[in-house]
């Protein structure tokens, strides 16, 4: 019997390991993850979970019966430590190694902290949940270092808390890794309307602890002290294990994490990866990728799984994100550029809308608020190279 490991208990492990069980593996799967919980879902952590909308057994991936029933060893709390290629093994962190046919590296990532002071928060896990919540209190104060999606949504749950929130971002509007600069200055006016005081162009030089609060002190000078100071400046993609068995690695220039091919293979024969940590072709505009996304976790997850069951069909999909912020679902579909010409359908003023994002007419990227069913639509706009007439927004084949 042939046996498969997968190293890594988030949406890309899980998904793999039940896209191999569907399309017929019978071999053994180990699925191990350094999580002692139950997978579960990462999104829900930054809003319904600190909020204490929802327990953690509400955002399981699959309920506990379901990886025995079909055939899964679920391994957590347990950590991969070695990738022993000779032996064909991972080494774990006591020292049981795990004999491997197929190998599949679903690691995902860390949070990014670059400061080192006790009243510093990060929030990637449940883990990081309980000191977090009971902080965000009615009346507390606390400042947020990163306006990306995550700082921004742990922004809105703070606000829903009644917390004083400043927010802070060094580029020159929140989001600015997904907003196009007309989008960006439309989020300035959310956050500000909700009572969030965001300051941007904000260069944090360091977080110190005072014993009266933890003081964020800008290289400008300017200084901001809180009760609690929050950083959600972007993750690292866990690849220490690829990187100590000698498999090629993405530089940090080009996105980082683990290089694989549109089937999601590594460097190493027998090796794959999938989810945040794995660096991989793009499709449509080409070059390489790394995507940090759930749903794009969870159907990259799906698409190796299937390959390590026997099938060869390469994955080629469009990204696209979400982001529930004060009551307003963001959607992001594709690549959407600052430099793109910037086609809105509805009204911004309004919160109802779909913005599409054009390089020569050709869509690139499509944005929206109060749209879910034009998103659906634009990503297969963007994956055919479709073009758009600005004035009657209608789609023509490439």
Known sequence: MTRTVIVGTGIAGVSAAAAMRAAGYEGAVHLVGDEPELPYRRPPVSKEIVRGDKTADEIRIKKAEWYADHGITLMTGRRAVEIDAPSRAVVLDDGEALPFEQLLLATGGRARNPWDASGVRTLRGLADVPRLAAELAAGAS????????????????????????????????????????????????????????????????????????????????????????????????????????????????????????????????????????????????????????????????????????????????????????????????????????????????????????LDDGVVRGAVSIGRPRDVRSARGWIAAGARLDAMTVDVQAP
């Open 142 to 357: 606390v400042v947020i270092v990163g306006a990306g999606l995550i700082g921004s949504e742990i922004a809105a749950s703070a606000r829903g808390a009644g917390c004083e929130v400043t927010l802070l971002e060094t580029a020159d509007l929140p989001l600015p890794r997904l907003l196009p600069p007309e989008l960006g200055e439309m989020y300035v006016d959310i956050h500000r309307r909700e009572g969030t005081e965001l300051h941007t162009g904000v260069t944090v030089e360091s977080i110190v602890d005072t014993g009266d609060g933890t003081v964020v002190r800008a290289s400008d000078g300017r200084t901001w002290t809180a009760s609690v100071a929050v950083v959600a400046v972007g993750m690292e993609p866990c690849t220490e294990l690829a990187e100590r068995a000698g498999i090629a690695l993405a530089s940090s220039g080009d996105g980082g994490g683990i290089l694989v091919d549109a089937l999601g293979r590594t460097s190493l024969e027998g090796v794959f990866a999938a989810g945040d940590v794995a660096n991989q072709p793009r499709p449509v505009l080409g070059g390489r990728h790394r995507v940090e996304h759930w749903q794009g976790a969870q159907n990259h997850g799906t698409a190796v799984g299937k390959v390590m069951a026997g099938g060869d069909e390469p994955f080629a999909e469009v990204p696209w994100c979400w982001s529930d912020q004060y009551g307003l679902n963001l959607q992001v579909a594709g690549w959407p550029e600052g430099s793109h010409d910037l086609v809105v359908d509805g009204s911004l003023a309004e919160r109802d809308f779909i913005a599409y994002l």
